[in-house]
């Protein structure tokens, strides 16, 4: 059974046809985004591990190497099932810091551009024979539907047209990787494409497995029959060809899953870690069981229709001899399907290493304003160049090889970099010439050994001293393991012995595994978000600056205006990420190295304190054992901290903030987020100058330190510490400020002291009262005199006036001995007094301060009102009250009290004619200290004793403004005294103790 090649050819193109459909329809839209981002269609792109030469070469292996065959999907089954052990550490890499390749994962890890370059050249030199197995495995299988007769005979006429059909299907689907991988925004397309083509072959190969057992032997009972009948079939399949090592088959394919570049591509660079990594470690080894379950039917079945063909094309074979046309066409388009999944990731992967490894490091592009086209331009350069090589390369060979060979060749080949990448996240200190090393000795072996050797067709070297030495295909295994061993040995040695850079280092611990290992603190020499756009322009012109810093603050989520070092800091690196996408890992670290270059701690052990805490926070629930108990001891000596009701704050040794606990907040109104990872300078003012002053003093402590905010005086204590014991504190070099306020303190002394300053006056007026009472009682005494000796009507005038002045004297001298006593505001000495007698000496005492606004006091309040209280303190009251309502008013205005007996209480207006008191200042009225006086003029205490004598007397007091709703001016003050009050109990009644 055949076909006409130009059925098959047009089959060709209508499978490309319809890849490019679905491409297209994913990018516009037309596929819905619920299949689009499912899991399951990243779980099936990854299918690009099994390419056309598992497809059809894993038959092949089965036969020469048995149940060594599944080591194919057995090394890459272990990997996943580990996923987050083996694969979750270097996919969260990928997707932090946007690493596009595996190329430029190692430049980042070990922070050379030689590295990328090595790498790069490896891989092409792994990828070619790679590439050229799938358009050989196209051209074999369009050679093997449409022969006439079972050989590859390169002399019949129609192999010309089978080269030609390759080159048009080579051709289409660079076109179609022009199209859908050169723009990184289309690439959604591209991923939905190799999901539908692994499900494909998937779908192909169980079909072809399908018709092997129930197609050629009936089913699953006369399978077994057929073993029994050919035991050496089953046999084979126990004890293989012993030439044949299953364990290095092994080895390489556990490798080539984590190594492979395009592998890597798809299962690392493409994935949603967070939402697909757990799912990918059970649902990609269950996609790998399903396209294992044939192998061994399949060539069993072959095996029993006795096909001529190869071994390697028994997948297409068998469904041809077994004459099933419709298998036949779903067999070659599984193969075909894998061909060109393989093909266009493997392409891909090469275009970015080559595009950010080979030329872009070596280009100068700086002040271009439209990059990104450019960099498309050169993706499909690259693109055509390599498919063109790859075609070359397929002609050159013209089958002379088995893809077997070739699949080796890249498999052994790709070996060299595990080593590396394994050590990315679980050995900080390998280096870049270990790296360097172990990949060129163990590229040496490989190369030498097999490649070469399989390539030129020759399988021995004669050296001297050593003889002969056997190579080539036939010894892959021995080259294989070898080649792993020198460069094992190799990268670890040269680690080792070579110093690591401090970019290594800083570098190192970003990759560690649990991040928690040397993270060095670096410090940039910019300020600002403006600053580093500018400097950004000189490389990639102003338009690509704005669009890549207005990018990386949106996701951030910071402003323009930050200034905050930790954020600066997470914007340059959130930069280099979002380059590197487009120019990839090298070239990005260059341009970023290069406008905003790190200023690296000067000391050795410098600590990224910010880096830490985020870390640890970030990983708190995979921490276990001693290092959770750490990580909870930590969290409660930091709360601690936070929570102390004492503000607190932690200074770097750059005056960077490193901790702001809750009192802090409280104390400036400034959020910890806000200012954590900011300069001391950058506070807001006050805090910036006092903290950074203080310092940047000697002093370890200042006392009484004077801040003015919120429209208040404040004091402070100020404390600190130094942190700079590398053996206590492991290199970490700061200070911890310590803030106690003590304005409440402040205030009590302030209070204290004017009490004393009052009770001084008291005894100046006592004394005065007394020296001035004996000579005005002379006076008095004479003038009474006067009254008896001289009865003329003058001399009695006159003696009146002098009497009535000197009660006048007595009354002024008794009012101050009257308000120097202190009065006792126990309720038990309460005293039923005059009211009114009560506001009149306030007036007198009021009106002998001629210097202050003289208004006119209108006492309304009755004789006859009574209430029950102390009368000096209830003087107090009035003094106090009637001076700010003469303060508050115009000349000669008009300050009332008017009085009234109601139920249960006495109630007292005082009201005035002033300016009101605004509606912010009612509430902080009656506070201790506060006063709209200017300074000098009042203490703020006045109405804080009015408050509390009120309060002794068991009364309350309430407050009016505006009076007049009209003129919105005036005062009044509502004082509410009751008719009897509770005696408070004394000391004795407290402490009695009842004795028996």
Partial sequence: MTFDLSLIALLIGGYVALLFLIAYCTNKDLIPSSIVSHPATYILSMGVFASAWSFYGAVEIAKDFGH????????????????????????????????????????????????????????????????????????????????PSESFDQTEPTFANRDLTAFGYCLLLTIFTMMFGASRFKQRGL?????????????????????????????????????????????ALIDPNPDQSPHALLIIFV??????PHVFQSSMVNAHIKRSMRITSWAFPLFLMLMAIPIFPVLWAGQSLDVSWPVQYYTLAVPLAAGNEWITILAFIGGLSAATGALVSIVLSCTMMVLNHGLLPFSHFGNQRDLGKQLVFLRRVVICFIFVVAYV??????????????????????????????????????NRWGLIIGVCLGSIVSIGGFMVPTLLEFNSYNLPFLGVISVGSEHWDVVAVLSLAVNIAGFITASLVTPQSPEEKYSASLCTEDELSHPVRVILDVHSCEEIRDR???????????????????????????????????????????????????????????????????????????????????YRNRLSGMAAELDNLRRYHRNTLQELPISVCSLGGDSEVLMWNKAMEALTNIDASSVVGSHID???????????????????????????????????????????????????????????????????????????????????????????????????????????????????????????????????????????????????????????????????????????????????????????????????????????????????????????????????????????????????????????????????????????????????????????????????????????????????????????
């Fill in 255 to 260: 490798t080539a899953t984590l190594a492979m």
């Fill in 191 to 235: 991923v939905v494409t190799l999901a539908v083509e692994s499900l494909i072959k998937l779908i192909a190969f169980l079909a072809v497995g399908y018709l092997a057992i129930w197609g050629v032997f009936g089913g699953m009972s006369e399978l077994d029959q057929w073993l029994v009948d050919n035991p050496d079939r089953f046999q």
């Fill in 536 to 618: 950004l322009v000189s490389y990639l012109g102003p338009t690509m600056a704005e669009t890549q810093i207005n990018r990386a603050i949106s996701e951030l989520g910071i402003s323009f205006s930050e200034r905050r070092p930790y954020s600066l800091r997470r914007l340059r690196d959130r930069l280099e990420s979002n380059l590197s996408v487009i120019t990839g890992r090298s070239v990005a670290k260059g341009i970023i190295d290069r406008s905003l270059p790190y200023l690296l701690p000067e000391k050795e052990g410098s600590t990224d304190i910010n880096l830490i805490e985020s870390r640890l926070h970030r």
């Fill in 682 to 996: 950058d506070l807001p003012s006050p805090w910036n100058t006092i903290i950074s002053d203080f310092c940047a003093s000697s002093n370890m402590h200042l006392h009484g330190q004077a801040l003015s905010f919120h429209n208040n005086d404040h004091f402070f204590n100020l404390h600190k510490a130094q942190l700079s014991s590398p053996h206590i504190y492991d290199g970490i070099e700061g200070q911890v400020i310590l803030l106690e306020d003590v304005t409440e303190l402040k205030k009590l002394e302030h209070k204290l002291a004017h009490s004393e300053r009052l009770a001084s006056v008291g005894r100046l007026a006592a004394g005065v009262a007394h020296e001035i009472g004996n000579p005005v009682t002379g006076i008095a005494c004479l003038a009474q005199n006067l009254k008896y000796e001289d009865t003329s009507e003058e001399a009695l005038d006159t003696a009146q006036q002098i009497l009535s002045q000197t009660d006048r004297i007595n009354r002024i001298v008794q009012s101050l001995v009257s308000f120097s006593r202190s009065g006792d505001i126990s309720g038990t000495q309460f005293v039923h007094i005059e009211l009114r007698q009560c506001v009149e000496e306030a007036i007198q005492l009021l009106s002998l301060q001629k210097d202050k606004t003289q208004v006119d006091y209108q006492n309304h309040v009755k004789d006859d009102i009574m209430v029950w209280g102390d009368s000096q303190k209830l003087i107090q009251v009035f003094v106090n009250l009637l001076s700010n309502a003469r303060d508050a008013s115009e000349e000669s205005g008009a300050v009332s009290i008017e009085a009234s007996n109601l139920n249960r209480h006495t109630e007292i207006w005082v009201t005035d004619e002033g300016q009101g008191i605004s509606q912010e200042h009612l509430e902080q009225i009656m506070e201790p200290f506060f006063t709209t006086k200017d300074p000098g003029e009042g203490t703020g205490l006045g109405l804080a004793m009015v408050y509390s004598i009120i309060e002794d007397h068991q009364g309350a007091i309430d407050i009016e403004s505006p009076v007049d709703p009209d003129t919105l001016t005036g005062a009044r003050f509502i004082i509410k005294l009751p008719h009897s009050v509770e005696p408070k109990p004394t000391d004795d009644q407290t402490n009695t103790v009842t004795l028996n």
């Fill in 393 to 430: 390369f397929f002609l050159t060979l013209r089958s002379r090889h088995s893809i077997l060979d070739l699949a080796l060749i890249a498999f052994v080949q790709i070996l060299q970099f595990f080593p590396a990448v394994i050590a990315t996240p679980y050995w900080s200190r390998g």
């Fill in 68 to 147: 060594g065959a599944l080591a194919y999907y057995i090394g890459a089954s272990v990997l996943f099932l580990f996923a987050p052990v083996t694969l979750a550490p270097i996919a969260e890499l990928t997707r932090r810091f946007k690493i596009p390749s595996l190329a430029d994962l190692l430049v980042f890890r070990y922070h050379s551009q030689n590295v990328g370059i090595l790498v790069m050249v490896c891989s092409l030199l792994a990828l070619i024979p790679l590439l050229s197995v799938q358009i050989q495995a196209v051209s074999d299988t369009l050679a093997i539907i449409t022969a």
